[in-house]
């Protein structure tokens, strides 16, 4: 095929990017490797027109194998292909630690500190800025914080720092424990690459051991007042490295110190401080340096810290720069904020007047290294051109922003959401697996149990399969604050629709279902389905079909003669019996047709009804509670008593009030203006109505307040309903306007005296009756089953990220099992209320905890339970008990507490985010995804459909005539869904809906026949291709057989970034600053052997700092013609 042969060039090794930077002298451990291991090295690297990574990196010293270099000259370089920064890091990222655990990754916490010369005139370093996730700065006043902010940089700061790690000192797994070693290995290596003149050595330490100034210091000083002799909070970190180092692990309380001939030794003031803990002792004191502890819950678990030091010193020509990472990580003392164990450190100090430009430099470190790529890179790094493509792969993945359309002083607020990261670090060159998603939502509805199982009560089975490893959880996680939060909540919100219900239906039978009775339903019917159902998170309440069928069905009895009781348990006997025949057929599979479409439609007009009822309720007490609104003008009335004659004849009836008319003379008044007026009760009623309401909604929504602590605006967002409820109540009560109140049932006793708490069957109906019951049961139960499975699929939507499932055929089966109970008792019959079931989910939604400044919570889920479910129903049965506290409450508050709940039902939806965008002009529409992929006149097309089957649905409703027909109708609106196929594409069918399952399995298995033929047409079309373009990946056929596929990257960030006239400039100025050591240029020689020293101290440090290289060599494959 071909030969192999190996680049080779004379001459002496000259520092490249690709050169392995030295490593620290203390090192305790050094590898050997064999001749096979090298050539196993060399082997993994080859260039075919591309440079292509090798699979593993190996470590080799100079004394061991000496190691030529290529030429690194520009022409060389322009020639010379060069890997794309993204696959350089993926390969990199892709590369096993060493076994030892050193270069796993850990969170970090960067802190920058700017050399500062304070009023007597001692130079100390000041903490300037911060990063856990978002930058933080000192803000001028050198008072406070600033906001956590997106970091914002220049081009020319990231150009200038990637010159500096190329041309500047980077020392790798060093390893050192204390500042003062730290210090001293790095002005070696300085001063050994000519970063650093010898006789600058001194100068440079002390300015780098100066003392450190922290603003949580200043803070914590300010008071504490200075009325206690307290040690000086800063002190010289020259003399923490003295007194104490910290050990590199808590077992090992020793500290490994250098020995100037290479020996290794323990450290003589040896003492038990773990990692985590300071290295020092404060002047003999024994208290340790504890750092900014308040700070450290914001820190996450095990981070490690990256200090970034930044100077202008009168002694330096040049800026200097290194680069260290340690082997392990060790506290410093105070030089970090915070107590966690320092692991990297940049340094860069210059002369004078460049200080807002290594300020820059400085930040963009810091940036880098709070970037989430850059930093895995930083610890896996084992050469300088590991970083080097680190910061390549940032600049390629960077956004920039116009300098003339944007202000670099505004602050960026940090996003709600972040992306995740992980396509930066996966190999592109790995298979992408295509998610088909009608098989992914066939799969979804299959762990739902929408699927049919073909056997009896499968559906069933499986439900009960699928719950009983959360049944005990259901429990255990109901016991916290949020779940007493949602009872209180939903307590009153339950209660008062019951109550509601209950008069209703008294009014419409009666009194042969009344209040009473809906208490009792609901104790029973709450409790029962909190305990045995598949999704607790629905509520069972009481609807308006439910009145219309029993309005209707008790004016047929009142028409037949028949008792209306004796004949509705026939009714509810057969209704049960349907549902459990259509949970015994998996007839809740058919739920999957239910789309978004149908489910919005119906949970938008529930909420619409719940705020038109809570208004028009609120409007009803003003009708009977009058308001005089011309209380100027004259009235003519005149008092009719009810007896004139028994009355003197000099009584002037004129000028009898409403009262004395009313009350001592029995009679009424007659004239202009006489009705009675309440003064003040409907103004009451409205401030109560709408305070209940704005105070709910404001509090809600408290978690996002700028005041307080988090945990305090939790509390205060999770009890905002209770809170409106206790203070617009408690409005009431100290005002004392008799305002109507809610009426709550005194004795546990059937409302009706000729009824009891078990029906009769017959009761003097006809026998055949049982049978004729058949008919309004089927009615009743589309109406029940339609209204149950509706609200099921909005309470599972996956937007709520439920982890343990529903039960849709197990909660049709406790439903049909209650009807029985109910129709038994002769209790009114409850399902799945949607307005009730979706704030119980509001209500119990969890959201991260914000660790790291500036960061946003995000939705985790919902807190699923049995708990509160159980407790609302069991407190509804004992509000009998309780009757003179709730007799208390206004009935304003609670319609005010109905409005809340309606328009918080319509938070979220997207149809009523659609009917919002028809109002709004072009530039003002939010940024919704579905304005992104669906013409916007399609958006609003789709809007108008829903908003006409909504008015339909609405107008069904009204009328008690029609309404019984409103299931029927939920069931039309599918067939209507599925119409608009005909109008709208699939793709834009599934940004605006959900994707409509096919109707017939034979429509079904050929369309996956069909896909599976262009599935097969396509593989076909790719095995003819050599090169794919689209794909990005060459083709290259070898002799042997095999096929080499070489990626192909149409812009290479490295080599044009290599062209550019800023690169160009920047690294010209390095080259010309540190002529002597420019990884640019070959024919200079390095002073890294001991014959290079100049003096006989440096030639006992270059003894010891023999540095590893890596070989970044390629194989050149050459085709040889036969």
Known sequence: MGKNTKKMEGGGAATSPDEEPPRDPGLSQHHSYTNEDLEGHRAHSIYVGVHVPGAHRRRSRHHRHRHHHRSSTKEGNDNRPVTPPSQRVQFILGEDDDGEGTHNSHPLFSEMETLTEMESGELEWKETARWVKFEEDVEEGGERWSKPHVATLSLHSLFELRSFLLNGTVILDMDASSLDQIADLVLDNMINQGQLPVEGREKFRDALLRKHKHLYEKQKHSKENGNMSRLPLIRSLAEIGRNHSSSKSGNNSASVISHPEGAMEQSPSTGSITRNQSGSNLEGSGNEHKGNTHFMRKIPPGAEASNILVGEVPFLEKPATVFVRLTQAANLGNLTEVPVPTRFLYIIMGPTGGLPRYHEIGRAMATLLSDEVFHDVAYKAKNRSHLLAGIDEFLDAVTVLPPGEWDPAIRIEPPAAIPSQQPRKAKKDQPVVVFDEEEEERRIREESGLVRTGRLFGGFINDLKRKKPWYLSDFVDGISIQSVASFFFLYFACLTPIITFGGLLGEATENRIAAME???????????????????????????????????????????????????????????????????????????????????????????????????????????????????????????????????????????????????????????????????????SLILFFGTFLVSFYLKDFKTAPFFPTKVRQFISDFAVIIAILMMSGLDFAIGIHTPKLEVPGNFAPTWEGRGWLIPPFNRNP????????????????????????????????????????????????????????????????????????????????????????????????????????????????????????????????????????????????????????????????????????????????????????????????????????????????????????????????????????????????????????????????????????????????????????????????????????????????????????????????????????????????????????????????????
């Open 518 to 684: 809906s208490l009792v339903s609901g104790l029973i019917c709450g409790v029962a389905y909190g305990l045995f159902s598949g999704q607790p998170l629905t509520i069972l309440g009481s609807t308006g079909p439910v009145l219309v069928f029993e309005s209707i069905l008790y004016e047929f009895c009142k028409s037949m003669d028949w008792d209306y009781l004796s004949f509705r348990l026939w009714i509810g006997v057969w209704c049960g019996t349907i549902l459990i025949i259509l949970v015994a057929v998996d007839a809740s599979a058919f739920v999957c047709y239910i789309t978004r479409f149908t489910e919005e439609n119906f949970a938008t007009l529930i909420a619409f009804i719940f705020i038109y009822k809570a208004v028009e309720k609120v409007f009803k007490i003003g009708s009977k509670y009058p308001m005089d609104t011309q209380v100027d003008s004259m009235k003519n009335c005149t008092c009719i008593p009810n007896q004139p004659e028994m009355w003197p004849d000099d009584v002037n009836w004129t000028t009898v009030n409403w009262e004395d008319c009313h009350d001592a003379y029995n009679g009424t008044l007659v004239g202009n203006r006489c009705e009675h007026y309440y003064p003040d009760v409907y103004l009451l």
């Open 767 to 1122: 026998w055949w009756s049982s049978i004729v019951a058949l008919v309004p049961a089927l009615l009743a139960c589309i109406l029940i089953f339609m209204d149950q499975q509706i609200t099921a699929v909005i309470v599972n939507r996956k937007e709520h990220k439920l982890k343990k499932g529903g039960g849709y055929h197990l909660d049709l089966f406790v439903v049909a099992v209650l009807i029985i109970i109910n129709s038994i008792m002769g209790l009114p019959w409850f399902v799945a209320a949607t307005v009730l079931s979706i704030n119980h989910v509001n209500s119990l939604k969890l959201e991260s905890e914000c660790a790291a400044p500036g960061e946003k919570p995000r939705f985790l889920g919902v807190r699923e339970n049995r708990v509160t479910h159980i407790l609302i129903f069991a407190f509804i049965g004992l509000s009998v008990v309780m009757t003179p506290i709730l007799r208390m409450i206004p009935m304003p508050v609670l319609f005010g507490v109905f409005l809340y709940m309606g328009i918080a039902a319509l938070k979220g939806l997207q149809f009523f985010d659609r009917i919002l965008i028809m109002f709004m002009p072009l530039k003002y529409q939010p940024d919704y995804a579905f304005l992104r992929k669906v013409p916007l006149k399609k958006v609003h097309l789709f809007t108008l459909i829903q908003l006409a089957c909504l008015a339909c649905l609405w107008i069904i409703k009204s009328f008690s005539e029609t309404s019984i027909l409103f299931p029927l109708m939920l069931v039309v609106m599918i067939g209507i869904r599925k119409m608009l196929d005909w109008l709208f594409t699939q793709r834009e069918l599934k940004v605006l809906d959900d994707t409509l399952p096919e109707f017939s399995r034979k429509k079904r298995l050929e369309s996956e026949e069909q896909s599976n033929e262009d599935e097969e047409d396509i593989d076909g079309d790719e095995g003819n291709l050599k090169k794919s373009p689209t794909d990005g990946v060459m083709t290259i056929p070898l002799a042997n057989g095999n096929v080499m596929k070489v990626p192909m990257t149409p812009i290479n960030i490295s080599e044009e970034m290599n062209k550019s006239g800023v690169w160009k400039d920047i690294n010209q100025d390095q080259e010309k600053n540190n002529p002597l050591n420019s990884p640019t240029k070959n024919n200079t020689k390095k002073r890294g052997t001991k014959k290079d020293a100049l003096n006989e101290d440096e030639k006992k440090r270059l003894s010891m700092m023999a540095e590893e290289e890596e070989e970044d060599e390629g194989i050149t494959i050459k085709v040889m013609k036969p």
